[in-house]
């Protein structure tokens, strides 16, 4: 009986490795994905949706059927990580998604998700931890909406040439990372998103 039992286990191993290894760990979008300056967990900026879903093994949607925008909309993944997007460029006026040519220029990370930047920065850090983690990489401007009532936009825009074309912003109410969000300069500069 015992051997029979070794012999299934051996039998399963190679295909449980072969089903593991087509989407590593760490592409996988979880609560413990970090954010870069071009995307988080195997997600960059710069690939189409069709890439996005094959390098993370999940698929993505598009939560609300209205654009407030052409040729701009936001998708999400389908996973247990909260209160995560991705902004789309379609460079069409198409109502409809194109996995296999629209492309993702920016990624959103809003309240309530555990989803920490590269430098340890979360929702609810405070602007002194921001500035610590980024030293003298900071400019702090007035948030353009809630400003008059303490609201401010943390920005960090890399110093290294290779970087330059990537953006990070920390928006900030009372003192504390209300959201953030990082990808293509451009983008990331939308104050509303795709509105």
Do not use: W
């Amino acid at each position: 009986m015992k051997r029979a039992n070794r012999y299934a286990v051996i039998a399963v191993t190679p295909l449980a490795l072969q089903l593991l290894a087509t989407v590593p760990a760490d592409a996988q979008l979880s609560n413990r994905s970090r954010l870069a300056l071009d995307g988080i967990g195997a997600v960059r900026v710069g690939m189409t949706i069709a890439e996005a879903e094959r390098a993370t093994g999940l698929k993505f949607f598009e939560p609300s059927r209205f654009r407030a925008s052409e040729g701009c909309y936001y998708i999400q993944p389908r996973t247990q990580s909260p209160n995560i997007s991705f902004m789309v460029f379609s460079g069409s006026s198409s109502k409809t998604m194109n996995r296999s040519s629209d492309r993702i220029v920016r990624v959103d990370i809003d309240r309530g998700s555990p989803i920490t930047t590269l430098s340890g920065i979360a929702i609810g850090a405070t602007e002194a931890q921001v500035k610590r983690r980024y030293p003298g990489k900071i400019k702090a401007s007035l948030h353009p909406y809630t400003g008059s009532n303490g609201g401010k936009y943390l920005t960090y825009k890399p110093s290294h040439l290779a970087d330059q074309r990537y953006s990070l912003i920390f928006e900030t109410l009372n003192g504390k990372v209300v959201r953030y969000r990082s990808g293509f300069a451009d983008a990331v500069a939308q104050i509303e998103g795709c509105a």
